[in-house]
């Protein structure tokens, strides 16, 4: 119910995560992107995680080279974070949520 | 059983190669790059790093069936297949034959940000991903070096490079890594330190306004391999190292003979002219008749139905049929019957590789059996004397492998000793004939002596030579007391000569008269003599003839004067007797 009401105030985040099977920083870059989203984007966000151990063939597509990666595809422009995003400071400003200081 | 044995070993001391197909790489390389390992290959802009990256991919899966992966991080698909097919590198039809992947990896570091820790993972699933598509043997990255602008930490990236270049080579793939030529280092960001099997450093330097591209194999480990720069080119099939060195000397060699278009000339060669697949070098000032001697040599080859192929730097092929056309010479029946071919160029259109190359792909295409190349020193000047004579020296090994009878024509200044300014040549040459200017009397005369000719009797004779609208005329020179006697000198001696024997002929005539009228003065004192004899002969026998007459006419007188006197007769007689003793008394 509520997510829908927001859905049409506000745009909804596409995000998604790249990552390489379960290594540590895979799984620490999930928990902490979830744990940001639900800080900062409280139900207007979706995650789509993708394993490029399983479909290799995607990585190309969003032009990955780092592991993990977040590629913000909605709203536009398209932004791209590098990192297990532990950084959150980094973070804000690379989803534009906050201009660099 | 007994038979692998041998190979075996030999394959087990031998650094496994990975041809490149690109011509003369594989021959300073002895076979390749090493198999498995991964190559730098380094230099500046525009030297022709990503060339020679794709060449090496195109033509492993075009000649040696291994499919390969281009990572191109500079140049997107579709600009990389545009760039190379204008070398005639079908890189979208390799592409869809699932031959070659090509992936283009871009970064934009505006458009992103760094969040705590990562690694290169996603580098490494795109490139085995690729790799494992289609089988890949062989991997490009060019140039791995954009990444260090794009990724800010430097650290990670180092330590990803290591692990990605022992993947590499766990993969068993031949790589081929592409770097920028650093300041101080080979490459900028000191790639060198993770390849360190086999690093190629590609150059292009700016040489009296012409450029030249060289290659040199820096570093191979665990192989032999030419250490010296060898120029390179860029042609319209892709690149072209020119071993200088790689050639041994082991040509085969012909004792067949062939004419060199001028009757005296070939007798001053042994009777036979020069060898096949020898290479004749004929040099001279300006105007001394260079190339009416090649175009002679080219000429009685074509009419023995050989193909020649006449590269000309000065003249255009009109102008020489036309020249040649002055002196009697019919060239252009040849050129139709395609068993002549010009190739002209001005020398400065480009540099001294770019010729070779050019010159080496029109011999592939003719197939000649004589070449002349009219004059070699219009290419020699672009170069330094050393480059210059590396050329030779290639062209020279390059003809004599294919069995092409080669005249070169050399332009010496007319200050400069002859032997002097040629040394860089003479010796890589088999035969050598030198055309001089003889002034002297007010006017020019041509000469011409053979220097060298090996392996063959040769005339050490100075002979000058004409040349008329019916040809070249090689006559003998006259040694005078001030040495060679041409032109009309050698008319003067000439008449000077006939003069002489008029002379002698006229003196001999004198005395033959003289004699004559000697024998004839004796013969007409001997007729005198004998008519005086005679006289005296018949006088005395007319004398003889009288006395007898006499002697008949005293007798008859006597007899009858005695019958007369009978008794007075036998007195006078017996008196005549008596009258001795009587006087005793």
Redesign the interface.
């Known amino acids: 119910m509520k997510p829908k009401a927001i859905k049409c105030a506000t745009p909804l985040w596409q995000l998604r995560l790249?990552v390489?099977d379960e290594?540590p920083?895979s799984v620490?870059?999930l928990t902490?992107l979830k744990k940001f989203c639900e800080t900062h984007l409280k139900g207007r966000y979706r995650i789509k995680v993708i394993d490029?151990?399983k479909e290799?063939?995607l990585?190309?597509g969003d032009?990955?080279?780092?592991?993990?990666?977040v590629v913000r595809k909605l709203p536009k422009?398209?932004?791209?974070?590098?990192?297990?995003?532990?950084?959150?400071e980094?973070?804000l400003?690379?989803?534009d949520l906050r201009a660099a200081v | 059983m007994k038979k692998p044995g041998p190979k075996l070993a030999a394959s087990a001391t031998r650094l496994p190669k990975c041809p490149t197909g690109i011509q003369g790489l594989d021959e300073i390389t002895d076979g390749g790059l090493p198999r498995g390992r991964p190559t730098l290959v380094c230099g500046g802009a525009g030297c022709g790093k990503t060339l020679l990256a794709a060449e090496f991919l195109v033509r492993g899966a075009v000649q040696f069936d291994e499919p390969g992966v281009l990572m191109a991080f500079e140049e997107t698909e579709k600009e990389l297949k545009a760039n190379v097919a204008s070398l005639g590198f079908d890189l979208e039809g390799l592409v869809r034959r699932k031959k070659i992947v090509v992936d283009y990896v871009h970064v934009e570091r505006s458009e992103m940000q760094e969040s705590g820790e990562y690694d290169l993972e996603g580098l490494f699933v795109r490139l085995g991903h690729a790799i494992d598509s289609i089988g890949a043997k062989r991997v490009v990255l060019d140039t791995l070096e954009v990444l260090f602008a794009s990724l800010p930490n430097e650290a990670v990236l180092r330590s990803e490079l290591r692990r990605l270049f022992r993947w590499l080579k766990e993969k068993g793939v031949t790589a081929v890594i592409t770097a920028e030529r650093g300041r101080e280092s080979l490459t900028r960001h000191g790639l060198e330190e993770y390849v360190s099997d086999c690093v190629i450093l590609l150059d292009h330097r700016v040489n009296d306004q012409i450029a030249t591209r060289h290659l040199r194999v820096v570093k191979y480990r665990g192989a032999l391999h030419g250490t010296n720069e060898f120029p390179f080119l860029i042609g319209d099939d892709g690149i072209s190292v020119l071993p200088i060195t790689s050639l041994a000397l082991n040509h085969q060699v012909s004792t067949e003979r062939i004419a060199t278009g001028v009757p005296r000339l070939d007798a001053m060669l042994g009777g036979k002219g020069f060898f096949r697949s020898s290479s004749i070098l004929l040099t001279g000032t300006a105007g001394t008749g260079k190339t009416t001697i090649s175009s002679n040599f080219a000429h009685a080859a074509a009419r023995r139905g050989e193909r020649v192929l006449f590269f000309s730097f000065e003249e255009s092929p009109n102008q020489i049929v036309r020249n040649m056309h002055s002196i009697g010479l019919q060239l252009e029946p040849l050129v139709k019957r395609r068993l002549l071919r010009f190739h002209s160029q001005r020398p400065s259109l480009y540099g001294l590789e770019m010729h070779l190359a050019t010159m080496f792909k029109e011999i592939a295409a003719f197939q000649p059996q004589v070449v002349i190349i009219d004059p070699i020193t219009s290419l020699m000047d672009l170069g330094t004397v050393s480059e210059g004579k590396g050329m030779v020296t290639r062209l020279i090994d390059y003809l004599k492998a294919g069995q092409v009878t080669t005249l070169f024509t050399s332009l010496t200044q007319g200050g400069h000793a002859l032997q002097q300014s040629e040394s860089g040549m003479s010796s890589l040459m088999d035969a050598w004939i030198l055309l001089q200017d003889f002034e002297g009397n007010g006017e020019r005369n041509r000469v011409l002596y053979v220097l060298k000719a090996r392996g063959m009797a040769h005339s050490n004779q100075i002979r000058e030579f004409l040349i008329s609208d019916h040809g070249i005329d090689v006559v003998d020179a006259y040694i005078g007391a001030s040495g060679v006697l041409t032109g009309s000198a050698r008319v003067a001696q000439g008449d000077l000569e006939k003069a002489a024997v008029l002379a002698s002929q006229q003196e001999a005539a004198q005395l033959k008269r003289e004699v004559e009228r000697k024998r004839k003065a004796l013969e007409r004192q001997i007729g005198d003599l004998r008519a005086d004899y005679e006289t005296e002969a018949l006088e005395l026998r007319r004398i003889a003839e009288q006395v007898g007459t006499r002697t008949l006419l005293l007798g008859t007188e006597r007899t009858a004067s005695g019958i007369l006197r009978q008794a007075d007769a036998k007195v006078a007689a017996s008196t005549r007797s008596k009258a001795k003793p009587g006087r005793k008394i």
């Open positions: 790249y390489m290594t920083k620490t870059a902490n490029l151990a290799p063939q990585a190309k032009q990955i080279l780092a592991i993990p990666t422009p398209v932004r791209t974070i590098i990192g297990t995003l532990s950084d959150t980094h973070l400003v690379g989803l």
